[in-house]
């Protein structure tokens, strides 16, 4: 059986992660015993990887944003045509003809073609009204122009889903039914056995408290939240009790204005930014802090609940987390801390309790890796995703 999962990201230090999620969804088909391949964007090229030798397709140069993406999926057809799979697999967000065009290939290529398509995040009208409100702000007409563009498109294309799109993949709030087609709704996910665990042993209680977060580009991270916290944590410290520090990984706009909070709050002695790092680096990084930080604004682009990939991570090095969303994980997890999914500055002197109490108990660690292995592994979520497809091939 033969599956290819078609995307449009680009190999860029700024989408490696969601480069990486691709790549784990893939390689989370083939141990299910698929030849499985993935597509994406390098430059002018389309890449179609898995196979033995990566094959390139080369797009025109100097196109604009329309044009480049027609371009892709184009090309994305050409090697549908060429490989004739039994199921495809589309990455999206909103619906929007260059992914039905690729629907429409696959079928059109091998009439027995199961097609997916994935919603990046459920529901979506919050992160386009933000999309507007910051393009207003900005008196950005070409941004604005653009996002609206995308609105249109996906209210004329995604009554027309249907005739090619045999499923939805959803990450967020849980849906049974979208554009006239089912849905499920999942877990983002890891490959685990790719991610070193986590050594939790010789962690003294009363020690300084070291938080991690790693930055992509959405406001939705929230970690302002953690400045603000963490201003006011020094403001009321108790004696004796431990300095806070926070280590950011990252740089982009987002961080750049985290840089400017921090000199603004005089956090420059407890706030750490590191840059990008790779995964080999994050391990290190992983070992040295006590806990992490997921997301903590998503209320800023109207969702309620969230699968952030960045969790995952954290759940599979076995390091504690916080987060401030709905999400599939049990309420009574010792390895993560939920707080409120509003503006409020982060309680750092519960963080500190909170980490205290995952230190003097280093079987946290441990069955923080195992919930990841038996929830969050990419193969237990993409043999879900093919069995309600009905993909063939599977118990």
């Not at 005089?266 to 040295?288: C, K, M």
């Not at 806990?291 to 209320?299: C, F, N, Q, R, T």
């Amino acid at each position: 059986m033969k599956f290819l999962y078609a995307s449009f990201v680009t190999r860029t230090k700024q989408y490696a992660g969601i480069l990486k999620k691709v790549a784990g969804q893939t390689d989370g088909v083939a141990r299910l015993g698929w030849d499985a391949r993935y597509v994406c964007a390098d430059g002018n090229d389309v890449v179609l990887c898995g196979g033995e030798e990566p094959e390139s397709k080369t797009i025109a140069e100097g196109l604009r944003w329309r044009g480049r993406q027609a371009a892709t999926a184009e090309k994305i057809c050409e090697f549908i045509a060429e490989g004739r799979y039994d199921l495809v697999y589309i990455k999206g967000f909103l619906a929007n003809p260059y992914a039905l065009r690729i629907a429409d290939a696959a079928k059109s290529a091998n009439p027995r073609c199961r097609v997916i398509y994935e919603i990046a995040t459920y529901p979506y009208w919050g992160e386009y009204r933000r999309f507007f409100r910051v393009d207003w702000k900005r008196r950005d007409a070409r941004a604005f122009a653009g996002h609206l563009l995308e609105a249109a498109q996906h209210w004329a294309t995604a009554p027309r889903m249907k005739r090619s799109v045999d499923a939805l993949v959803v990450f967020g709030q849980p849906v049974e039914r979208l554009w006239g087609i089912p849905a499920v709704t999942i877990d983002n996910g890891v490959s685990v056995d790719r991610i070193e665990p986590r050594d939790s042993s010789g962690r003294m209680p009363g020690a300084a408290i070291r938080l991690l977060g790693v930055a992509g580009t959405s406001v939705a991270h929230g970690y302002d939240r953690v400045l603000d916290g963490l201003a006011q944590y020094r403001k009321a410290k108790p004696p004796g009790g431990p300095e806070v520090f926070f280590d950011l990984v990252g740089e982009n706009e987002t961080v750049r204005a985290l840089r400017a909070r921090t000199a603004e709050l005089g956090l420059e002695d407890a706030v750490s930014f590191l840059g990008y790092r790779d995964s080999g680096e994050l391990a290190l990084l992983y070992n040295r802090c006590d806990a992490a930080v997921s997301s903590l604004g998503v209320y800023r682009i109207g969702l309620k609940w969230l699968s952030p990939l960045k969790s995952r991570e954290y759940c599979a090095a076995g390091i504690p987390f916080l987060y401030a969303y709905e999400d599939t994980l049990p309420g009574n997890a010792t390895f993560a801390m939920k707080i409120p999914n509003d503006p409020s500055p982060v309680d750092i002197a519960a963080v500190v309790r909170f980490v205290e109490r995952c230190r003097g108990n280093p079987a946290v660690s441990r069955r923080e890796r195992q919930y990841a292995e038996e929830y969050f592994d990419w193969k237990i979520i993409m043999k879900r995703v093919l069995l309600f497809v009905g993909a063939a091939g599977l118990e």
